[in-house]
């Protein structure tokens, strides 16, 4: 597990399914969900939830999904807007 809950992150880089920690908690940081993190709706599972997000992590901006869990504000800009 990697616990980078709370740091003000607003985006992440790509983490590889192979060799990396199977729960990564994000919590408290403010995610800018505008195209910048497809890999991680690329990442989800067939229910379309990420398995390595078990916190809730949200959206920050855009403020259209402010506030939204982070794989709905993901899918919903990416299907509106990316």
């Known amino acids: 597990m990697v616990n980078l ?3 003000f992150l607003t985006t ?3 983490i590889p399914l ?3 920690p199977q729960e990564i908690l994000l919590e408290g940081n403010q995610f800018d969900c505008r195209c910048k ?4 709706i690329n990442d989800s599972n067939e ?3 990420n398995q390595r997000f078990y916190d809730e992590p949200k959206c920050a901006t855009p403020e259209n999904v ?3 869990p982070l794989m709905k ?5 990416d299907q509106t807007f990316c």
């Open 73 to 77: 504000g993901l899918r919903f800009v």
């Open 47 to 49: 229910k379309g939830d």
């Open 18 to 20: 192979t060799g990396v």
């Open 37 to 40: 993190l497809p890999w991680i």
């Open 5 to 7: 809950a709370g740091n």
């Open 12 to 14: 992440l880089p790509f």
């Open 66 to 68: 402010k506030d939204f």
